[in-house]
């Protein structure tokens, strides 16, 4: 076995070097008759070569965004990722470290997090960062238990443009700690009255931009009315390429900012791993989930960084703890990290830039399509089309034809009664052709 | 004329007619290593004997200060919040966290002397 | 002497101490500033042609305004995160012994398939008509994963160990509601040698937490366990192997006396690593149990993460397995997105995660148990085993064991009694171990032994590598046993930083890079 460097005389010499004469002895706290004596009915070990034709037949099967016209978004993005990422977080010495608990030998982990914390804070306009948290379905559910901290409150408010899985996550775990959440109801074209929602008794508001629908929301009145309430502004966006557009949350007085960042240095991946980013504004930040990096010294005067505050974490605090999270995303920072320096803000206010104009070309062109109609009266680089047959059947209809065009609201919202509506992205990887041939594609189909 | 009485998790309460100044002790500071947080209640919350009354942190642990007897806040040390490592430099006088209103001075008789707490000290 | 070429042969005569460089840098370990340090606004490290004019749809809501971001060109931008990558230490660079961690090899090669465009360039929201074969790599893995534990179910979505344990406690509380005993039943016995993320899950959905004393020999015993229990308790979150590195003797009592208060077995399988096709948590009465696939089937921990934590369960929670999840109907795979599309007898509790949970790291492992098969990874928990129990007997005499009379698992515990009158602390023996070229092992950690020392070698190390660290660590305790202080106390000496002041780092937190000031005068 090729990852095994123990020999059979080694395994012999080493028992006998503890004193047992079977490897058996040592597992004899292992209950009578519960020790397997013969290998579970699965295949026997396997070289590279065959290891390599049974997965990469299986990945066969599956048609990859860039091999299409691909317009698929909703929450995950196709971006293009400079190659320079994929070779430097394959770096030994990222990619097989550990959470740094030994800063001495992990300032290369450290100083990036504390890279990462800086370009989150700058680009959501808040005042602190932490390094990351799962993705963010599962940091929205986060900062929704940290309001409920901060206020001593524990009724969430959701808007109804929030992505419908963030919802279901925030549901999730709220109804198993007990508290309540209401979810106000789908929210196509950004017209729900959130503010009369908001009242003494809320946490929370929690406001997605640009929306699940691709609509772009003015925080600041949300806001304005939260904080008149004693309640927080949790702000949340699914597409990170967006805030080199738009005004950031933190430009609006949000309180909490979460993020999916996963369209920076992070591959579609089907779904994760992903790398949720997560801010707020510094008073809250004892009550923050996950990890924090911060400046230090060492024993000769040198800056280093170690992580800090550790003391809301569950290794410390145990019950008592702001999450029970233990990791981060770290090797989905470093991409995003690695990603976002190479851009800089020149770079990412360009591919903003990009992305806005490409889907405007594609929002005028299927505008002109019979059958269909773009809702949206802003947006960034996805937005809601409604079409004269189900949504589901338009998007397998052009599947057949290899075009993935987007995202049916049914698959998010069965039942909601949106089943003519398709969320179509647009971003840098898309050409004209890709446009005209989906155009085209649409206009036979309907 | 104050005195001074001591519990087993190792807070102090320096009585001065019905107020009692509560901090930890001197053994406490040493064993939490350096203080860096300390959350203090707010001034006129109830305590109830053996309650939460404060949270001290050190970089690697974090612990509830119990109320030693039941009262009302009267006073907390807001020094403590730029300050915290007076608690390890002067955890009898300066470090203090809160003074409490008694609400029932029969409660200090449960409670340790300073010997008592001495020769607590000396058993752990 | 010169040699014929010219070039000096011999070293450098006399001076061996170490010279101040004007640079600060000692060779390969360069100093190197923040990006926001050396970065510039208009530097950028990606060409983007700038589109043609168009009107724009983003209507009051352009950013007006500078980010405040610095780029650096591709030069730059490889040359800083080379050298930050320098500063850490990996599996790859040596022995990494951090107990309940698992730091084994991590194969390149699940690297290369999880980046299969099939795998790596797919979207969670496609038509599911065009991602077959991700369907397969999930029933692939799940079939693995419940026939190595001999679980009937399992919800593949947490993000990590601890989402895992979350979605399997979350899952204890739907059985519990189910059987209109949720507005009762809301106590969770945590032992105290547990992680600090057992109870953190436990209150964080709700359960209050009542610990479970350890017993001298670091076990947890069933008539403990009984003394707790009525008709308040939930479920147990029990560790096993436990974090001691003990395999819990009595575990089948224990199950069996949790279900017969009614009350059900949460495992936190961090430790599978040491029984994988030894023994089944299915067979021991386990309700559920979370496996880290970036501890035991190696996905790379990536300094800190993505983890993957799915989470088997027993016949009686499966019912309350969270969406999504794949069912098999007729020989056809359908991926449940929704609670109202569950199939007849399921009652799914709610969503863990947006999409379907870590993909890239499903692969990974996947190619691990395909490369392992069930004999290689039978073997590679025997070996995990055998290598930490021969650390123990090389060290033994000289470190001392709190709990001699059980077998070490895949992992062995010293406490700090051995170091009593040297002045030696644990971490000091930790930061010790750096300057040798060795990764600390996990100290402190578990809470129930003082000064912990927990050392998993795991199956990646040859016999001579272990014969080495053996004879370091051996070097190292006869040194703090006779008084070489400085050896320990101001390690490390040759790391890249010296010990770092984290009591400074938290009073004052300075958590992200701000603008120096301007300085009025010319310094010094």
């Known amino acids: 076995m090729r990852y095994l460097p123990l020999t059979e005389t080694d395994r012999e010499d080493m028992l006998a070097r503890i004193g047992v004469t079977d490897v058996d002895a040592l597992f004899s706290d292992v209950p009578n008759g519960k020790l397997l004596k013969e290998p579970l009915d699965l295949p026997r070990a396997k070289g590279e070569l065959e290891v390599e034709r049974i997965l990469g037949r299986m990945s066969a099967k599956n048609t990859a965004a860039g091999s299409v016209p691909f317009f698929v978004g909703a929450g995950a993005y196709k971006h293009h990722v400079p190659a320079t990422v994929d070779h430097l977080i394959q770096r030994s010495e990222f990619l097989t470290s550990y959470t740094p608990y030994q800063p001495e030998i992990a300032q290369g982990t450290l100083q990036y997090l504390f890279e990462f914390q800086t370009q989150v804070a700058a680009l959501t306009g808040m005042e602190v960062a932490n390094a990351s948290m799962y993705d963010g379905s599962t940091g929205t559910a986060e900062a929704v238990l940290m309001a409920h901290r901060v206020t001593k409150r524990r009724k969430a408010v959701l808007s109804g443009g929030l992505h419908p899985h963030y919802i279901q996550v925030v549901e999730t775990l709220s109804e198993m700690a007990n508290d309540e959440v209401v979810a106000l109801k789908p929210d196509v074209r950004a017209t729900e009255d959130i503010l009369a929602a908001i009242d003494d008794s809320v946490s929370c508001v929690v406001v997605q931009s640009p929306d699940v629908f691709g609509n772009l929301r003015d925080l600041k009145p949300i806001a304005e009315k939260a904080h008149a309430h004693g309640a927080l502004l949790i702000a949340v966006f699914t597409e990170v ?58 024993a000769d005067g040198r800056r280093g960084f170690v992580l800090t505050l550790s003391t809301r974490e569950q290794h410390i605090r145990r019950d008592k703890a702001t999450s029970n999270i233990c990791t981060n995303s770290g090797l989905c920072v470093l991409a995003f990290t690695i990603h976002m320096t190479l851009l800089g803000q020149a770079g990412l206010t360009r591919l903003a830039e990009v992305n806005h104009a490409n889907a405007v070309k594609l929002a005028d062109a299927l505008s002109g399509v019979k059958g269909a109609e773009v809702l949206n009266e802003s947006f960034f680089n996805e937005f809601t089309v409604k079409l004269a047959k189900p949504a589901a059947e338009v998007a397998e209809a052009l599947a057949a034809k290899g075009i993935l065009a987007g995202v049916p609201v049914s698959r998010l919202l069965p039942g909601a009664g949106l089943d003519d509506l398709l969320v179509v992205a647009n971003t840098e990887v898309n050409t004209d052709e890709d446009r005209a041939a989906f155009v085209a594609a649409l206009a036979e189909v309907l | 004329m104050a005195e001074t009485r001591y519990t087993k998790d190792h807070e102090y309460i320096r009585i001065e007619g019905d107020t009692g100044t509560v901090g930890i002790t001197d053994y406490a500071q040493g064993q939490l290593g350096d203080v860096v947080f300390v959350e203090l209640p707010t001034v006129g919350k109830a305590l109830a004997k053996g309650g939460e009354a404060a949270v001290v942190e050190s970089v690697k642990a974090a612990s509830e200060v119990y109320a030693p007897v039941s009262g009302e806040v009267v006073a907390v040390n807001s020094e403590l919040e730029a300050a915290p490592g007076t608690v390890n430099e002067d955890p009898a006088g300066k470090g203090w966290f809160v003074k409490i209103k008694l609400a029932n001075t029969g409660e200090l008789d449960g409670l340790l002397s300073e010997a008592e707490y001495q020769d607590y000290v000396k058993t752990l | 002497m010169l040699n014929r070429q010219g070039r000096p042969t011999q070293a450098g005569e006399g001076e061996s101490q170490r010279h101040e460089t004007f640079t600060g840098n000692k060779a390969l370990q360069q100093i190197e500033p923040l990006i926001f340090e050396i970065g510039h606004h208009e530097t950028t490290g990606v060409d983007i042609d700038k589109p043609a004019p168009f009107k724009s749809r983003l209507g009051k809501h352009a950013r007006q305004g500078e980010i405040g971001l610095p780029g650096l060109s591709e030069p730059e931008a490889m040359r800083h995160y080379v050298r930050l990558s320098q500063k850490n230490y990996g599996i790859d660079t040596g022995l990494f012994p951090l107990g309940s961690c698992t730091m084994k090899h991590n194969a390149r090669l699940n690297e290369k398939v999880a980046r299969l465009p099939g795998f790596s360039d797919v979207h969670p929201l496609q038509p599911v008509s065009t991602v077959p074969g991700a369907l397969d790599v999930m029933l692939e893995l799940a079939r693995y994963l419940m026939t190595l534990t001999g679980m009937p179910a399992v919800a593949l979505s947490p993000k990590a160990g601890a989402h895992g344990e979350a979605c399997g406690m979350m899952a204890i509380k739907a059985a519990i509601a189910a059987k209109g005993e949720g507005a009762t039943r809301n106590v969770v016995l945590v032992p105290e040698s547990a992680h600090g993320t057992n109870p953190a899950t436990a209150a964080l959905i709700g359960f209050s937490v009542k610990a479970v004393p350890a017993r001298p020999d670091g076990t947890v015993a069933v008539e403990d366990v009984k003394a707790l229990l009525g008709p308040d308790v939930a479920a147990i979150m029990l560790t096993n192997p436990n974090t001691c590195g003990i395999f819990e003797p009595q575990i089948v009592e224990i199950a069996a006396a949790m279900h017969e208060a009614g009350a059900y077995f949460y495992c936190d399988g961090a430790n599978f690593n040491a029984i994988v096709g030894k023994a089944r948590p299915g067979d021991l009465g386990v309700d559920a149990m979370h496996i880290n696939l970036h501890k035991t089937f190696s996905t790379p921990h990536g300094g800190g993460g993505p983890g993957a934590g799915p989470v088997v369960l027993s016949e009686r929670l499966a019912p309350y397995a969270p969406v999504p999840f794949i069912y098999v109907e007729g020989g056809k795979a359908r991926l449940v997105e929704h609670k109202a599309d569950a199939p007849e007898g399921n009652d799914p509790f709610g969503r863990m995660t947006a999409f379907h949970g870590q993909m890239g790291m499903y692969v990974r492992a996947l190619a691990y148990m395909l490369s392992h098969g069930a004999d290689g990874m039978k073997q590679a928990s025997e070996d995990a085993v055998l290598n930490a129990n021969y650390i123990r007997a090389g060290l033994a005499d000289l470190m001392s064991l709190p709990f001699p009379d059980h077998p070490s698992m895949h992992e062995a515990l010293f406490d700090d009694d051995w170091l009593k009158g040297t002045g030696v602390t644990t971490l000091d023996f930790a930061k010790a171990m750096i300057d040798e070229g060795y990764h600390p092992m996990t100290v402190y950690f578990p809470l129930v032994v003082h000064g912990a020392m927990l050392i998993e070698p795991t199956e990646s190390e040859s016999k001579a590598s272990l014969d080495l660290f053996i004879a370091t660590l051996r070097d190292l305790a006869i040194a703090a046993k006779g008084n070489d202080k400085s050896r320990f106390t101001a390690a490390p000496h040759h790391a890249p930083m010296r010990r770092l002041d984290e009591t400074r780092a938290a009073r004052q937190p300075v958590l992200k890079w701000e603008k120096p000031a301007p300085v009025k005068e010319a310094a010094e």
Do not use: H, W
């Open chain 1, 241 to 298: 390429v967006s805030l080199g557009a738009v005004v950031p949350p933190g430009a609006q007085d949000a309180d909490i900012v979460v993020g999916e960042g996963q369209s920076i240095g992070n591959a579609l991946n089907f779904g994760g791993p992903y790398v949720g980013l997560f801010a707020a504004k510094s008073k809250y930040i004892r009550q923050m989930p996950g990890r924090l990096c911060g400046e230090t010294v060492d």
